[in-house]
C-alpha cells in the first residue's frame, strides 16, 4: 500500500545550515498496516510524514502509494489517496462553518461542483449516524460552527472527515500531542476503533512510547534520519518501555533521552 524506497532528504543544500532530514529510508506498509512510528525531536518522523504526503519534495528515492508512483506528484494531486489529521486541532476543519458543511466538504472531495450545494435532509441524517460513532454527542450539533467546539472534539470530527472517502493511506501527525491527557486518550480509542472498522493503512507519527507499543500492529523508530528499528507482530505485543529503550540503544549505539513526552 505504502512503499517508500531510499528516500532521501536534504535541507538547505551547500549551507551551513544544511540538514540531512532522512538517510536512505525505506518501508513497506502492507494494506491494512497500522504502523507506529516513533524517535526523537530531528529523528526524520514529520519529515518522512511530509515526503508522503508531498508537502516536500524527495531528492533521491521513490514514494508510491497504493500503486501510484507518487514521487513526483504534488500534494494536491496525492489528496486522493491521502487522509490527514495534524497535530493542530485548528486544522483539518473550516472553522467558521458549521459542522454539517464541513463534513459535507469532506464527503464531496473530489466531485465534480454545480451550482446547487445545499444539504438534504437525508444527507444530515448520514452525519448524525456518523458522529453518533465518536459518543461525543455531536451528532445533535449539526448547526454548530467548528471553532465552538472543544480541541478534541475537533479532532475527532477532523479524523471522521479523513475517513469518510476511505483513503488508501491515512497520516496522522502527533494528532493528540496538543490535547490534554485525558481527552487525547479518548482520541486514541476513536483513532484504533475507526482504523479497525474501516481496515485503513495507517502511519501515525507519536513522541510518545506508551502509545507506540498499544497501538498498531508496527512500530518503526527512527534516529538520525534513518529506521533503526521495525518491530511487528507478536514481539510487538510483549514489547514494554524498557525493552524499547534498551533496544534503541543496541540499534544506535546511544542512549536514548529520557524525556517526560516520550515516556508518559
Request: aromatic share 4%; proline share 2%; hydrophobic share 40%.
Amino acid at each position: 500500500m505504502l512503499k517508500v524506497n531510499g528516500v532521501y532528504k536534504v535541507f538547505n543544500p551547500g549551507t551551513i545550515n544544511q540538514k540531512i532530514a532522512l538517510r536512505n529510508v525505506s518501508i513497506d506498509l502492507d494494506e491494512g498496516d497500522f504502523v507506529t512510528l516513533i524517535g526523537g525531536n530531528g529523528a526524520g518522523k514529520s519529515t518522512l510524514l511530509n515526503c508522503v504526503a508531498g508537502v516536500y519534495g524527495v531528492d533521491r528515492g521513490t514514494i508510491n502509494i497504493a500503486g501510484t508512483d507518487a514521487t513526483k506528484l504534488p500534494e494536491h494531486k496525492r489528496a486522493a489517496l491521502l487522509g490527514r489529521v495534524f497535530q493542530d486541532p485548528m486544522m483539518g476543519t473550516a472553522s467558521d462553518m458549521l459542522l454539517e458543511e464541513n463534513l459535507a466538504l469532506a464527503l464531496r472531495r473530489g466531485e465534480p461542483r454545480g451550482l446547487k450545494w445545499g444539504i438534504t435532509g437525508k444527507e444530515r441524517e448520514t452525519y448524525r449516524q456518523m458522529l453518533s460513532q465518536l459518543e461525543l454527542g455531536l451528532e445533535n450539533r449539526l448547526h454548530t460552527k467548528v471553532k465552538l467546539l472543544s480541541g478534541g472534539q475537533r479532532q475527532a470530527v477532523t479524523l471522521l472527515m479523513a475517513i469518510l472517502k476511505k483513503p488508501r493511506l491515512l497520516l496522522l501527525d502527533e494528532h493528540t500531542s496538543a490535547l490534554d491527557p485525558k481527552t487525547a486518550e479518548r482520541v486514541l480509542y476513536l483513532t484504533d476503533k475507526l482504523i479497525a472498522e474501516n481496515n485503513l493503512t495507517t502511519l501515525m507519527v507519536t513522541h510518545n512510547m506508551r502509545d507506540a507499543i498499544k497501538y498498531g500492529n508496527r512500530l518503526i523508530m527512527m534516529h538520525d534520519g534513518r529506521v533503526i528499528l521495525d518491530i511487528r507482530g507478536e514481539e510487538k505485543k510483549k514489547l514494554t518501555v524498557e525493552a524499547l529503550l534498551e533496544r534503541f540503544g543496541m540499534a544506535s549505539g546511544q542512549e536514548f533521552a529520557y524525556d517526560r513526552v516520550l515516556l508518559s
